[in-house]
C-alpha cells in the first residue's frame, strides 16, 4: 500500500528538481499527480515516463492558469485533494541594486504565486473532504541572507502565508505547512546542471567543497530529501495532527555556528 493512495495532487515546478523530485515519489506512492510547470517538454516528458501524471502549463503568477490547471486535474482524476507550492526563482543582487522589476517579477512568482495557489486550490481540496497544501519556503525564509534579499522576503512571505492559511483552513480539513530548505543540489543552486557548456564535475566539486564547510553534515542536501520531507506532510496518516508550520530541511546549517 503507497502513503498516498487515492489521492490528488498538484505539484507545481515539477519539471525539474525538487518539483520533478516530489512527482517521481508522489506517484511511486499511489498518488496522481498533476505535473505543473512553464517547462512544457521538460514537465511532458517526466508525466508520461512517471505514469499517473497528467502535464499542464501552469505559470503560478496568473490567475487564470491556475483556474484552467484545476480544470484540467478534475477533468484528469475528478477532483483534488493535495498542493505542493513548489515553483519558484531566485536572483542574487545586493538589496540597493536591485531594479524594482526584478523585485517585483520575484514576489509575483514566488509570493503571489503561493497565493494564487492556495486561493484556487483550497476550495477543491475542501470539496474532496480535506487534505494537504505544502508550501515551500527556503532556509532564507527564516533567517537573513545577503544578496537574496528580494527572494528572502517571498520566502518569509510564505511562512507568514502557510501559518495565516492553516488557521483558515484547519475547520476545512486542510492542513498547511512548509519545507524550508538550505542548500539543496538543483539548477537554482547549481546553473551548471543547465549549462550544456560548464563543467558539471568542475562544479560539483565546487559546491561539495562550499557546504563540507558550511554545512554541519557537511554536504548540499539533494532533492529527494526534501521530496521525501513534502511526501510527510501530505500523507494524512503520517502528520495528522500537524499544521501551521515550517519545517526546515538544511543539514543543520540553521542550527548555529561552529568555531571548530
Ligand atoms: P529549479 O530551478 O530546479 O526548479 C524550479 C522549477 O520552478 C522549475 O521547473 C521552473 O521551471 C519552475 N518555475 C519557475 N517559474 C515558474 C512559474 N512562474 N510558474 C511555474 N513554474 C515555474 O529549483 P529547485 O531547487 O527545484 O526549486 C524548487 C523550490 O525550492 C523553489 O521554490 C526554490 O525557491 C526552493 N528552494 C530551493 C533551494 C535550493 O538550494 N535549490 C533552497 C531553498 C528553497
Known sequence: MGKLDGRVVVITGAARGQGEQEARLFVKE????????VLDDQGEALAKEIGNATYVHLDVSREEDWRAAVEVAKNAYGKIDGL?????????????????????????????????????????????????????ASYAGVT???????????????????????????????????????????????????????????????????????????RVGQPEEVARLALFLTCEEDSSYITGQPFVIDGGWLAGVSIL
Open 144 to 218: 537573513g541572507m545577503a544578496y537574496v534579499g528580494a527572494y528572502g522576503a517571498t520566502k518569509h512571505a510564505i511562512v507568514g502565508l502557510t501559518r495565516t492559511a492553516a488557521l483558515e483552513l484547519a475547520p476545512k480539513k486542510i492542513r498547511v505547512n512548509a519545507v524550508c530548505p538550505g542548500a539543496i543540489d538543483t539548477a537554482m543552486s547549481n546553473p551548471a546542471q543547465l549549462d550544456p557548456n560548464a563543467n558539471t564535475e568542475e562544479a560539483a566539486e565546487a559546491l561539495a567543497g562550499l557546504y563540507s564547510k558550511l554545512v554541519p553534515i557537511g
Open 30 to 37: 499511489g498518488a496522481r499527480v498533476v505535473v505543473a510547470d
Open 84 to 136: 505542493v507550492n513548489n515553483a519558484g526563482i531566485l536572483r542574487f543582487n545586493e538589496l540597493t541594486a536591485t531594479p524594482l522589476d526584478e523585485f517585483q517579477q520575484i514576489v509575483q512568482v514566488n509570493q503571489v504565486g503561493v497565493f494564487l495557489g492556495i486561493k484556487t486550490v483550497a476550495p477543491e481540496i475542501e470539496a474532496a473532504g480535506g487534505g494537504s497544501i505544502v508550501n515551500t
